[in-house]
């Protein structure tokens, strides 16, 4: 591209197209369903797209995008009516994802972890996600999920907490197959 073209153009934005596979990758983080996770994608984009004039800061363009990610889940969980109220259930529920079973390489780390992510209730796997492996800062997680700055850190905490817990039942389990040997 030359001067000129740059220049007519105007600084490169990130698109709204361009957050897809964030956006996915949060969307699975948050239902291990890849199906559900393609809706809520789409359902993201499309109101992204048609509300793209509320968008004040490109800055902020993905905030803003996992904002409406969040109201798209909270939406499809309160269409299961399987609870009474939503905050209860991002607390309480876990997912029915099985335990993290032996993990002897990093293949199996992964699938380890990957696991125990998905029993933490999704209150907690939400915060721990966006903090954890977006690198969003407690401030933004508590806008965009709409709950209090101390809300975040205390979830945060707690699902910190029970993935620990997880992982060190997980290892311990681990160490006690005969397949495994420690090597220093």
Known sequence: MTMITRFLMGPMRPSIEAQRSVLYRIAYSWCHDPALSDDLVQETLSKAWARRAQLREQAALKAWMVTIMN???????????????VDDLQDTLESSAASPEACCNREQVVACVRAAVARLPPGQRQVLTLVDLEEFGYAEVAGILDIPVGTVMSRLSRA????KAMLDAAAAHSLAQPLLRRVK
């Not at 969980?77 to 609870?83: E, G, Y």
Request: proline fraction near 0%; charged fraction near 35%; aromatic fraction near 10%.
């Open 160 to 163: 910190r907490a029970s993935l």
């Open 71 to 85: 109201h798209c889940w909270l939406d499809h969980l309160r269409s299961r009516r399987d609870f009474v109220d």
